[in-house]
């Protein structure tokens, strides 16, 4: 067997983290390409992809940009500088940008007309229209606005992240002589996006006008007796990445609450405008911001298109989105009145979304309920504050159950929602605790323990992904309910290692991050290895959401050079380059994007021809190895386990949505060949689960 030099040429071995995300979000931006998806989903892609770059800016790029100034000089594994590495985003976030413009103009614009919704300009409005927006204006709008006019009393303010504003150039001067020549009118945010025009004003069809467009229309209403010369949209984005030194913190939830303000204002990293913007408003804006001409993006089109996204809520026509489906619910045993009868027949597998959530939530419910139940012990990443998961934590801590949440306060952009849902637990007498000190609380669990024939009985759930009903029907995730006593020891073991102080505790049979799932991941890479070169059955089979740790990576290359065929199903960040010679050629890897959030970990190893299959909370990344709090637990009933290597081997046949990376760093999309059948492995999975043939 061959072993890689760890002292090559880095840059061969690795992709750039932030390129290989970017080409993550060109596959989302594609999906709206797909004339086979219904309109308004093609829209979404569109959507998604705004939302998708917004935060790629706020944190990826907003690191960068942070490292750069205070002159960090670590080169990362792929070999590029900091700067080398803003100036290759630039020029992809540009050409990514104007491709996503040139689709809605040329495409979605036009086939939202002929399906009979048109988004009316202002320079196509009758008289009849305009005279309703103006009341609308005035009454709904005018009252909420708050110009600023730029003078040496109100200097250039400091503008709110990702907020829509308005530059206005005016000329003459105010009752008080004022005549700056500048003013800005931030759109409030409790205003809608969008707003559908009446039947009896609409002229053809159903009819849209961006909120936006009113107040541009009418800003001379807001600068009375003064003439509005230019008038420009424009989006500031900023560093959004929280830091907060918790060994400096006395009081973390208080801490964090002051970190949020801090948000909507750090450094400035992006500048969006309108294409049409005059070259001295342009000048003007890039001073005053400190924005770099690289981090400015001239579009042809609304600012934002991620606006659009109000015609969801305002559109009914169900042929325009994919089509509704009914969630199953797991079939309980014969003879098993509840899930905890249940559970000691049987483990149960939830795959959701073809799965409903629901099953977890009945299963909180009736611990909630039933007086043998004890105790719940919970951790929360991202759920919200108003959840049916929360409501039954509540229900059990009034019927005098011991209960136990696990908040991440630091779930990134959901950090203002776990305060309140901190405060809203802590008012009814839950126990809340926030984790570990420099590790975010990542790990999915339910513990329930439960007095039966004199002695405590434990209860499980183990998860993939967050304990959030609606995330639940868009992400695809593994959720394991077990009885198993060495499961649920090694679960009550971690919880009384976050709840509590003391030596890490020796597990059964669950990985835990940051102790033992590296090194275990690593171990099971090296049995292939060995059990390859003994000529013994070798594969590895692993899908997760990103994969960005080096050493993994580097004993995956052994695994390929041994001879160990290794299929990835990676959905973002990719740091190894599959094919390479001598390297990676027996590595294949894949991104399936499809009509859900591609969201599960599964591991599977061959192990001689007795496969061992493993579900984690956590990716193969760096952060999830060694900085959080993570587990990884095996999956020990064998019809479970076929059930879960029949679902891998379905999305390694997929070739519909799925994407295969090449050793230059492309994705190229794969179709069926003619006379090929037609494989989508998230809609066959939708069949069997939802009519029960995964049984």
């Avoid at 061959?2 to 750039?16: A, I, M, P, T, Y």
């Avoid at 750090?266 to 005059?278: I, K, N």
């Avoid at 993939?464 to 868009?474: A, D």
């Avoid at 050079?561 to 960040?573: C, E, F, H, M, P």
Wanted: glycine share 6%; with cysteine; net charge negative.
């Amino acid at each position: 067997m061959k072993h890689l030099d760890r002292g090559s040429n880095v840059s061969e071995q690795f992709f750039n983290r932030e390129l290989s995300l970017l080409e993550f979000n060109r596959r989302v931006l594609y999906q709206a390409y797909d004339k086979s998806l219904p309109l308004l989903e093609r829209l979404r892609f569109l959507c998604i992809f705004s939302t998708n770059q917004d935060e790629f800016f706020e944190v990826r790029v907003g690191g960068l940009v942070q490292m750069l100034e205070v002159g960090t000089s670590a080169i990362p594994p792929d070999g590029l500088t900091h700067g080398e590495n803003l100036a290759a985003i630039g020029d992809i976030c540009h050409q990514l940008v104007d491709e996503q413009y040139a689709l809605f103009n040329d495409e979605i614009l036009p086939m939202l007309g002929e399906h009979g919704m048109h988004i009316v300009r202002r320079e196509d409005w009758s008289s009849d229209q305009k005279t309703y927006l103006r009341e609308y204006f005035e009454t709904e709008v005018l009252p909420l606005l708050s110009p600023i006019g730029l003078d040496p009393a109100h200097p250039f303010p400091r503008i709110m992240n990702k907020s829509l504003n308005f530059i206005v150039k005016l000329d003459g001067k105010d009752a008080f002589g004022r005549s700056s020549g500048r003013a800005i009118v931030q759109v409030p945010r409790s205003l809608p996006n969008m707003i559908e025009l009446p039947n009896d004003v609409a002229k053809n069809g159903r009819e849209f006008v961006f909120m936006s467009s009113i107040i541009h229309y009418f800003m001379g209403d807001i600068f009375v007796g003064m003439v509005v010369q230019d008038c420009v949209q424009f989006r500031l984005t900023r560093n959004s990445d929280i830091f907060l030194d918790e060994e400096e913190a006395d009081d973390l939830l208080r801490a964090m609450q002051g970190e949020l303000v801090y948000r909507q204002y750090g450094d400035e990293v992006r500048l969006e405008l309108t294409g049409t913007c005059p070259q001295d408003i342009e000048n003007f804006l890039l001073e005053r911001c400190e924005i770099h001409q690289r981090d400015l993006y001239k579009v042809n089109g609304p600012v934002n298109l991620n606006r659009l996204s109000d015609l969801f809520d305002l559109v009914q026509d169900t042929d325009l989105f994919f089509p509704p489906f009914v969630q199953s619910m797991p079939k309980l045993p014969k003879k098993a009145d509840n899930y905890f009868d249940a559970l000691k027949k049987n483990d149960i597998l939830l795959h959701h979304p073809f799965d409903s959530f629901q099953a977890v939530v009945d299963f909180l419910r009736e611990a909630a309920m039933d007086p043998d139940v004890l105790a719940i012990k919970q951790t929360l990443y991202r759920t919200g504050s108003n959840s049916p998961v929360v409501d039954a934590l509540v229900a059990a801590a009034k019927a005098g159950k011991e209960v136990t949440a696990i908040v991440e306060l630091r779930a990134r952009f959901d950090e203002e929602q776990n305060v309140a849902l901190a405060e809203r637990l802590q008012r009814y007498g839950i126990h809340v605790i926030y984790g570990v000190v420099g590790y975010k609380t990542h790990a999915k669990m339910l513990l329930v323990a439960r007095r039966e024939q004199k002695k405590l009985a434990y209860y499980v759930h183990l998860g993939t992904g967050n304990y959030h009903p609606k995330t639940s029907k868009l992400y695809t995730d593994y959720g394991l309910m077990t009885s198993d006593t060495n499961i649920c020891a090694d679960v009550y073991r971690i919880f009384l290692q976050l709840s509590s102080m003391g030596k890490a505790s020796k597990m059964n049979e669950l990985l835990y991050a940051p102790f033992t799932l590296h090194k275990a991941m690593i171990k099971h890479i090296h049995q292939e290895i060995e059990n390859a070169n003994n000529g013994l059955p070798a594969r590895i089979v692993a899908k997760m959401n990103s994969l960005y740790e080096d050493q993994l990576v580097l004993a995956l290359y052994d695994a390929s050079n041994a001879g160990v065929k290794v299929d990835l199903v990676v959905r973002g960040v990719c740091q190894l380059r599959p094919g390479i010679a001598g390297q990676s050629e027996n590595i294949h890897v894949r991104s399936i994007v499809g009509r859900f959030l591609e969201h599960s970990r599964v591991f599977c190893f061959e192990n001689g021809g007795t496969p061992i299959v493993y579900c984690s909370s956590a990716d193969w990344m760096i952060r999830n190895m060694f900085h959080r709090v993570e587990t990884c637990f095996p999956v020990k009933s064998k019809k479970i386990r076929e059930q879960m290597i029949n679902d891998l081997e379905l999305y390694l046949a997929d070739n519909t949505h799925a994407w295969v990376l090449h050793s230059d760093g492309h994705y190229e999309k794969l179709a069926p060949a003619d006379g090929e059948e037609t494989i989508d492995a998230q809609g066959t999975l939708l069949t069997q689960w939802a009519t029960g043939n995964n049984l």
